[in-house]
């Protein structure tokens, strides 16, 4: 039986990894977590901060490679949940390849206040992203999205528990669902 593809997104500091560690530990089926840090971490030559515009191809080939590595597993047989700064202008990949291979794509944006996401990577270890001026803007890239804006769980509130209860609801009903 096939796997299902999670994407659990938002900007820096929104809990994604958190919650992504949760889902994948407690599933009751095999799952993956892929992080997407990771695989811009396997680049060890000539790597571009991928926040930065001229990191475009390069984050493409990341982003396909993820797409490619996700699907790979749910077709054989894991649930994945994948980790990291997905915005709509990078889920072509993963949509064309979860419909090519019948897969069942859940697209899920954890978006606090951007006060509480600046609180939140206040104390983050050197080497994690910490900039105020990028992660304020990468929050507003996750602003307004649209058609996509009932994909958005607005986490400010929330504790750990309950947003990992809301996100398995919401894929558990198919609310979040591209494909």
Known sequence: MAGELIILTGPPGAGKTTVAERLAAEADRPTVHL?????????????????????????????????????????????VVVDGIVGPWFLEPFTIAARRASLRLHYLVLRPSVDSVLARVEGRSPGELGDIAVITDLHGQFAELGDLESHVLDTTALRLDETVDRVRGLVASGAALLA
């Open 35 to 79: 992080v997407t840090d990771r695989f811009y971490g396997f680049i060890r030559a000539g790597g571009i901060a991928p926040y930065l515009p001229e990191a475009q191809h390069q984050n493409e080939v990341v982003i396909a490679t993820i797409a490619a590595a996700a699907v790979s597993f749910a077709d054989g047989g894991y649930d």
